[in-house]
Nanobody, 120 residues
């Protein structure tokens, strides 16, 4: 089994910054794409950013130029640096990863979520 543990959420004022981390552990052969998603109250879960094993990134238009996704393959960790935060960024943020658990077998996993609240 594979576990994803997120950290770094909290309360921040508009214009502030937060850095989310997501550490993977367990039966991991390799990690393919990793990403962050978010879900605000009453809304569907949406993609925030993804990063491939080679480092290629993709962002939602709403966070481009404000958020940066990165990964540390040695530590099986993905990060989300969030700058210039806005109240509309308030949501539960979820980590996601495509993990190869053995040769030719890949599974998709989710973290438990971490709350980010942007408010004055």
């Amino acid at each position: 089994q594979v576990q994803l543990v997120e950290s770094g959420g909290g309360l921040v004022q508009p214009g502030g910054s937060l850095r989310l981390s997501c550490a993977l552990s367990g039966r991991i052969f390799s990690i393919n794409a990793m990403g962050w998603y978010r879900q605000a109250p009453g809304k569907q879960r949406e993609l925030v950013a993804t990063i491939t094993s080679g480092g290629s990134t993709n962002y939602a238009d709403s966070v481009k130029d404000r958020f940066t996704i990165s990964r540390d393959n040695a530590w099986n960790t993905v990060y989300l640096q969030m700058n210039s935060l806005k109240p509309e960024d308030t949501a539960v943020y979820y980590c996601n990863a495509d993990v190869q658990i053995r040769v030719a077998i890949t599974r998709n996993y989710w973290g438990q979520g971490t709350q980010v609240t942007v408010s004055s």
